[in-house]
C-alpha cells in the first residue's frame, strides 16, 4: 500500500500533467468566467475595426478615469494616462511606485483583423449591378468571404477635408453586402481548382445594388443610383473614395457556442481577445508596483509597419514622455521591462489532427498558451523568450492558480507564424509571447473558450501587478 503511495507521488512529482481547466476551477470561478464573456462581447460587437476598437477602448478608460498623455505634466504614482495614434492605436499605462527605471510592465495585443478593404476606386457597374472591388487585408482564405452577408466600416474624408465615419450593416434592419460565389450546378471546373485558387482576389467583389437611376439616359445608372444614396446620406462623391479608408467585415454579433455555452464565436477575436484582457486587467488595475502599460497596436495582420504599427516610434514617443516627467532616459526603462506579447496561437483542431504535432499543441480549454518561440521553418523570425523569463512567468502563473499551456502553432515545417514581439524585443524588452488558443483563425467566425479568455486575463492581470 505505502509503495503504491509513493509511486503515485513520484508520478505526480516528475511527470509534466496537463488538466482540463474544468478540472482546476474554484469555488464560484465558472460564474466570474461566463460575466467576463459578456463584457468581451460587447467589446468585440463594438469595435469590428481598429478605429471603432480603439474608440470604445478609449470610452471605457475615460469611464474608469484615464486622461490622455499631456507631454510635460507632473505625474504621481496610480495616474492613469494614454494616448491615442492616429485613432487606430492606443497605449494606456497606470504609473507604479517604483520609477520607471525600474522598467514597466507591458501587455501588447493588436485590434486590427483581416477583412476586406475597399480599393480606392471601387464602384464599378457591370450588367446593371454596382459592386465594390476590394483588396484582401491581411491572411484571409478567400473563399470563406463569399456568400456571407458583410458590413461596410471606415472613414470618408470629403473635398472640404471633413470626415464621415461610414457604419452601414451592424444595426437591426441595416442592410447588408456580400461577395456572390457559384452554385454547384455550374462550379465544376471551379470545384476542380485547389482551394486557395478557387475564389480568385479579384472576384472579392462586393455586391452594392441593382436598381437603376431613374429618368437617365446614360450608362452606369445602377452606380449612379448609388453614388447618390451615398451623397444624400454622407454628402461623398466618388472622388472621395480616393481619401477613404472603408473596409467589408462579417455582418452578426458575438455569439455564444455550444449547447453548454462554454465556446464564445465572433469575428475579429484575433486578437481583440487578447486586447480585451490587456485593457480590462489595466482599468481594474489598482496603482502598480511597476508602471503598467498596456499597448493596442494596428497593422500586425500585415507586418506591423507604418505609423500605426507595432514597429512604429510612436509607443516609444508615449514611454519616453512617461520616464521625461521622472528625468529617465527611454533605454534605462526598456532594459529593465517586461512585455506579455499577447497574441491568440492556433487551438488543436481534432478535424485537422495531421497539422499539428499533439505533444506540442494548444488545447481549448486548457488556459492561456505561452510560446517560447515563435516563427517558422527552423523558428526564422522568431522572438525566442529566454529560459530565465519563461521560468519568471510559469512561476507567476502557478503562484497565482492560473491555468495555463505550452505550445507551438502547428507542426515543425507546417507553417508558422509571429507577432509584435519581435517587435519588443527589438527594442531591448525582455518579451514572451502568450495569449488564447483559437478554431477557425482569422475566418470570419473564430472560437475560443470562455475559460481560456478569461485565464488570459488574470495572467495580464499577474504580469501588471508583478
Ligand atoms: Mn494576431
Ligand atoms: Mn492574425
Same mark, same amino acid.
Given at each position: 500500500?505505502?509503495?503504491?503511495?509513493?509511486?503515485?507521488?513520484?508520478?505526480?512529482?516528475?511527470?509534466?500533467?496537463?488538466?482540463?481547466?474544468?478540472?482546476?476551477?474554484?469555488?464560484?470561478?465558472?460564474?466570474?468566467?461566463?460575466?467576463?464573456?459578456?463584457?468581451?462581447?460587447? $467589446?468585440?460587437?463594438?469595435?469590428?475595426?481598429?478605429?471603432?476598437?480603439?474608440?470604445?477602448?478609449?470610452?471605457?478608460?475615460?469611464?474608469?478615469?484615464?486622461?490622455?498623455?499631456?507631454?510635460?505634466?507632473?505625474?504621481?504614482?496610480?495616474?492613469?494616462?494614454?494616448?491615442?495614434?492616429?485613432?487606430?492605436?492606443?497605449?494606456?499605462?497606470?504609473?507604479?511606485?517604483?520609477?520607471?527605471?525600474?522598467?514597466?510592465?507591458?501587455?501588447?495585443?493588436?485590434?486590427?483583423?483581416?477583412?476586406?478593404?475597399?480599393?480606392?476606386?471601387?464602384?464599378?457597374?457591370?450588367?446593371?449591378?454596382?459592386?465594390?472591388?476590394?483588396?484582401?487585408?491581411?491572411?484571409?482564405?478567400?473563399?470563406?468571404?463569399?456568400?456571407?452577408?458583410?458590413?461596410?466600416?471606415?472613414?470618408?474624408?470629403?473635398?472640404?477635408?471633413?470626415?464621415?465615419?461610414?457604419?452601414?450593416?451592424?444595426?437591426?434592419?441595416?442592410?447588408? $453586402?456580400?461577395?456572390?460565389?457559384?452554385?454547384?450546378?455550374?462550379?465544376?471546373?471551379?470545384?476542380?481548382?485547389?482551394?486557395?485558387?478557387?475564389?480568385?482576389?479579384?472576384?472579392?467583389?462586393?455586391?452594392?445594388?441593382?436598381?437603376?437611376?431613374?429618368?437617365?439616359?446614360?450608362?452606369?445608372?445602377?452606380?449612379?443610383?448609388?453614388?447618390?444614396?451615398?451623397?444624400?446620406?454622407?454628402?461623398?462623391?466618388?472622388?472621395?473614395?480616393?481619401?477613404?479608408?472603408?473596409?467589408?467585415?462579417?455582418?452578426?454579433?458575438?455569439?455564444?457556442?455550444?449547447?453548454?455555452?462554454?465556446?464564445?464565436?465572433?469575428?475579429?477575436?484575433?486578437?481583440?481577445?487578447?486586447?480585451?484582457?490587456?485593457?480590462?486587467?489595466?482599468?481594474?488595475?489598482?496603482?502598480?508596483?511597476?508602471?503598467?502599460?498596456?499597448?493596442?497596436?494596428?497593422?500586425?495582420?500585415?507586418?506591423s509597419?507604418?505609423?500605426?504599427?507595432m514597429k512604429?516610434?510612436?509607443?516609444?514617443?508615449?514611454?519616453?514622455?512617461?520616464?521625461?516627467?521622472?528625468?529617465?532616459?527611454?533605454?534605462?526603462?526598456?532594459?529593465?521591462?517586461?512585455?506579455?506579447?499577447?497574441?491568440?496561437?492556433?487551438? $488543436?483542431?481534432?478535424?485537422?489532427?495531421?497539422? $499539428?504535432?499533439?505533444?506540442?499543441? #494548444?488545447?481549448?480549454?486548457?488556459?492561456?498558451?505561452?510560446?517560447?518561440?515563435?516563427?517558422?521553418?527552423?523558428?526564422?523570425?522568431?522572438?525566442? #523568450?529566454?529560459?530565465?523569463?519563461?521560468?519568471?512567468?510559469?512561476?507567476?502563473?502557478?503562484?497565482?492558480?492560473?491555468?495555463?499551456?505550452?505550445?507551438?502553432?502547428?507542426?515543425?515545417?507546417?507553417?508558422?507564424?509571429?507577432?509584435v514581439?519581435a517587435y519588443m524585443?527589438d527594442r531591448?524588452?525582455?518579451?514572451?509571447?502568450?495569449?488564447?488558443?483559437?478554431?477557425?483563425?482569422?475566418?470570419?467566425?473564430?472560437?475560443?473558450?470562455?475559460?481560456?479568455?478569461?485565464?488570459?486575463?488574470?495572467?495580464?492581470?499577474?504580469?501588471?501587478?508583478?
Amino acid at each position: 500500500m505505502e509503495e503504491k503511495k509513493l509511486a503515485k507521488e513520484k508520478r505526480d512529482l516528475l511527470l509534466l500533467n496537463r488538466k482540463n481547466g474544468y478540472d482546476l476551477l474554484k469555488e464560484g470561478e465558472e460564474e466570474i468566467i461566463l460575466s467576463y464573456s459578456e463584457g468581451y462581447k460587447k $467589446f468585440l460587437d463594438e469595435g469590428k475595426t481598429e478605429r471603432s476598437c480603439a474608440a470604445y477602448t478609449i470610452a471605457l478608460a475615460e469611464a474608469h478615469g484615464f486622461r490622455p498623455l499631456v507631454r510635460g505634466e507632473k505625474l504621481q504614482p496610480g495616474d492613469k494616462r494614454y494616448r491615442v495614434n492616429r485613432g487606430k492605436g492606443v497605449t494606456l499605462a497606470i504609473l507604479g511606485r517604483k520609477p520607471l527605471s525600474e522598467g514597466a510592465r507591458i501587455c501588447a495585443a493588436h485590434i486590427d483583423s483581416p477583412r476586406l478593404d475597399l480599393k480606392q476606386v471601387p464602384l464599378y457597374e457591370e450588367r446593371e449591378l454596382a459592386y465594390l472591388k476590394t483588396h484582401y487585408y491581411g491572411g484571409v482564405r478567400k473563399y470563406q468571404w463569399v456568400s456571407i452577408p458583410l458590413e461596410l466600416h471606415g472613414v470618408v474624408v470629403l473635398k472640404d477635408g471633413s470626415s464621415r465615419t461610414v457604419v452601414i450593416g451592424d444595426q437591426p434592419g441595416d442592410p447588408v $453586402f456580400t461577395v456572390t460565389d457559384l452554385l454547384p450546378h455550374l462550379a465544376g471546373e471551379q470545384n476542380k481548382k485547389p482551394l486557395g485558387e478557387a475564389i480568385a482576389a479579384e472576384q472579392l467583389n462586393l455586391l452594392i445594388g441593382s436598381r437603376p437611376y431613374p429618368n437617365d439616359e446614360g450608362s452606369d445608372r445602377v452606380k449612379l443610383a448609388i453614388l447618390n444614396l451615398l451623397y444624400e446620406k454622407y454628402g461623398m462623391i466618388e472622388e472621395d473614395f480616393l481619401s477613404a479608408e472603408l473596409m467589408a467585415v462579417p455582418a452578426g454579433r458575438a455569439t455564444d457556442v455550444g449547447l453548454d455555452r462554454s465556446m464564445l464565436g465572433a469575428y475579429g477575436q484575433d486578437d481583440r481577445v487578447c486586447s480585451y484582457a490587456a485593457l480590462l486587467a489595466l482599468l481594474n488595475l489598482e496603482t502598480p508596483e511597476h508602471t503598467a502599460v498596456c499597448m493596442l497596436a494596428d497593422k500586425e495582420e500585415v507586418g506591423s509597419m507604418g505609423v500605426t504599427g507595432m514597429k512604429s516610434a510612436a509607443f516609444d514617443a508615449f514611454i519616453s514622455d512617461l520616464c521625461d516627467t521622472q528625468g529617465l532616459r527611454l533605454k534605462e526603462c526598456y532594459e529593465r521591462s517586461f512585455c506579455l506579447s499577447a497574441d491568440v496561437t492556433a487551438a $488543436f483542431d481534432p478535424n485537422y489532427p495531421e497539422v $499539428f504535432e499533439k505533444h506540442n499543441s #494548444a488545447y481549448l480549454n486548457y488556459g492561456i498558451c505561452l510560446s517560447k518561440y515563435t516563427g517558422s521553418r527552423g523558428k526564422s523570425g522568431a522572438s525566442d #523568450a529566454s529560459a530565465e523569463l519563461v521560468g519568471l512567468v510559469r512561476k507567476l502563473l502557478n503562484d497565482h492558480s492560473i491555468v495555463w499551456q505550452t505550445a507551438e502553432l502547428g507542426k515543425t515545417d507546417q507553417g508558422g507564424g509571429g507577432t509584435v514581439a519581435a517587435y519588443m524585443a527589438d527594442r531591448n524588452i525582455d518579451t514572451l509571447d502568450a495569449g488564447v488558443p483559437v478554431l477557425s483563425m482569422h475566418s470570419p467566425f473564430e472560437v475560443v473558450s470562455k475559460l481560456d479568455c478569461y485565464m488570459t486575463y488574470r495572467a495580464i492581470q499577474e504580469v501588471y501587478r508583478s
